[in-house]
């Protein structure tokens, strides 16, 4: 397949566009021009040459919210689901629209409303967007480089920033069978301990999920190996818990821990009570119980 893009001064809107159909189609031919007949011999055709997928015409295409689609809105919103299932494939396809649709709200939003002119950004100091991110990569006068170069240059984070994106959304719904499945198996009602394998992200779907709060402990691998018992907390973004650690337990660390709580192996006890380590699962386990049970 051959897509056309605009040549020149390159933004957001087209390079996003392009990391998005490459990822569809590996072996896609990307034309920069403005050359009608060229872009006529075009499968896809974006940010340019009048057609479905360019943003320019007087009646723009608005989104639910109002804010003019741009290119990448308009491909995104024929692809992205496609594109959610090839980056996401345990996804069915309720989830991957899902998942297409906030990636649009809470990611696209910004770069529709940049290329399109519509102000976002409304603190006083400006912070930098991600359409800034993108222009950066056009050559600086002291550079000796090409711009279709470094147009890809941008195409190959964009691509990467994307992919990487829509795996953050993806994850929740593996994140939520998985977590489904660990409180139907362990007696959370009789421990209030919940044992996770791994870092997964369970505070908000486990609000979600243990409407009777039973769970007051989870217990989990850190990603550097060692093991943590965190509080659960009240409601999302409190840092109330069901039920703190052991206030004798905060800011002591290694054997003074240990040698408070009988266990070994202990790492740290934050001075909130709200997670302490522990190098097993089976110290950080004895941990939970403790605090169960203090």
């Not at 590996?26 to 040459?49: S, W």
């Not at 964009?158 to 998985?178: F, I, P, S, T």
């Amino acid at each position: 397949m051959k897509m056309a893009v605009h040549n020149g001064v390159f933004h957001a809107d087209e390079v996003f566009g392009v990391a998005l159909m490459e990822t569809i189609e590996p072996d896609l031919q990307v034309i920069r021009t403005r050359d009608e007949a060229v872009i006529a011999e075009c499968d896809i055709v974006a940010d340019v040459g009048g057609g479905k997928y360019d943003h320019h015409q007087a009646d723009k295409v608005l989104r639910e919210d109002g804010i003019p689609y741009c290119a990448f809105g308009l491909l995104w919103r024929d692809y992205g689901k496609q594109f959610t299932k090839i980056i996401c494939p345990s996804l069915n396809e309720v989830e991957s629209e899902e998942v297409a649709y906030k990636v649009s709200m809470d990611f696209i939003t910004q770069i529709d409303a940049s290329d399109n002119g519509v102000t976002l950004n409304t603190y006083e100091s400006p912070v930098t967007t991600l359409s800034q991110i993108i222009s950066s990569y056009m050559p600086l006068q002291s550079e000796n480089k090409d711009v279709d170069r470094a147009f890809f240059e941008a195409v190959a984070f964009a691509k990467r920033l994307l992919q990487r994106v829509v795996r953050q959304y993806g994850e929740y719904y593996d994140n939520l069978r998985y977590m489904k499945e660990a409180l139907n198996t362990q007696d959370v009602k009789n421990t209030h301990i919940l044992i996770l394998e791994g870092a997964v992200k369970w505070k908000d779907i486990l609000l979600e999920l243990d409407k009777e709060e039973d769970v007051l402990f989870v217990v989990f691998e850190d990603l550097t190996g060692s093991w943590r018992v965190q509080t659960v907390p009240k409601e999302e973004n409190s840092f109330d818990a069901r039920k703190d650690l052991p206030k004798p337990w905060a800011s002591l660390r290694s054997e003074e821990l240990s040698a408070l709580t009988g266990v070994e192996g202990c790492i740290f006890c934050h001075p909130n009570l709200f997670i302490a380590g522990n190098e097993t699962k089976e110290g950080a386990l004895a941990m939970a119980h403790l605090a169960v049970q203090a």
